[in-house]
T-cell receptor
Framework: DGGITQSPKYLFRKEGQNVTLSCEQN?????MYWYRQDPGQGLRLIYY???????QKGDIAEGYSVSREKKESFPLTVTSAQKNPTAFYLC???????????FGPGTRLTVL | AQSVTQPDIHITVSEGASLELRCNYS??????LFWYVQSPGQGLQLLLK??????LVQGIKGFEAEFKRSQSSFNLRKPSVHWSDAAEYFC????????????FGSGTRLQVQP
């Protein structure tokens, strides 16, 4: 059953700690994306990767880092430099030609 | 740069009534257009998409949308709303091959009254 998985569904972090959110896809898509969603603000792009070992900053990359060592995986690290990390994080992958994106179920991160 | 505007933040309709959610985009060429739906605490599900051809596109769950180039719009419609349609709806525009991610509107929250 093809799709995108994100783990964990809920994540709690203390201030000053780094945390890594997992995103895995078995759709054989080249491109993958991370979005942040806050109430009333829609989706904002954090990072995206169109091919393995390459990625670009999105609109709100400060305080975040990513890696793309495998086609299937695109983990996001929320660092202590991110000033307001509490949010809902969505991972997506796409058919590059059309940018039709498929989304994972999301991870809700809460900083205590 | 492309942009998307969803002018209605919140819409309430009665069950069985018709629905139209507005979406206006800004992009220099013919865009790829999408509508997604999101239930609370969930990811986004694709409802329908427009790439080219027939400007009236059919999607899942009885939704349709019409691309109007002259008005830069891609409004979503459903003839009869069901209580299960209550969710948040996002319009998005993409620029195609080799370009970055989709640009999303800020969303429209749909409430359905019994």
């Amino acid at each position: 059953d093809g799709g995108i998985t994100q783990s964990p569904k809920y994540l709690f972090r203390k201030e000053g700690q780094n945390v890594t959110l997992s995103c895995e896809q078995n759709l054989n898509h080249d491109a993958m994306y991370w979005y942040r969603q806050d109430p009333g603000q829609g989706l904002r792009l954090i990072y995206y990767s169109q091919i393995v070992n390459d990625f670009q900053k999105g609109d709100i990359a400060e305080g975040y880092s990513v890696s793309r060592e495998k086609k299937e995986s695109f983990p996001l690290t929320v660092t202590s430099a991110q000033k307001n990390p509490t949010a809902f994080y969505l991972c997506a992958s796409s058919i590059t030609k059309t940018n039709e994106q498929f989304f994972g179920p999301g991870t809700r991160l809460t900083v205590l | 740069a492309q942009s998307v505007t969803q002018p209605d933040i919140h819409i309430t309709v009665s069950e069985g009534a018709s629905l139209e959610l507005r979406c206006n985009y800004s992009y220099g060429a013919t865009p790829y257009l999408f509508w997604y739906v999101q239930s609370p605490g969930q990811g986004l599900q694709l409802l329908l998409k427009y790439f080219s051809g027939d400007t009236l596109v059919q999607g899942i769950k009885g939704f349709e949308a019409e691309f109007k180039r002259s008005q830069s719009s891609f409004n979503l419609r459903k003839p009869s709303v069901h209580w299960s349609d209550a969710a948040e709806y996002f319009c998005a525009v993409g620029a195609g091959t080799g370009r970055r991610a989709l640009t999303f509107g800020s969303g429209t929250r749909l409430q359905v009254q019994p």
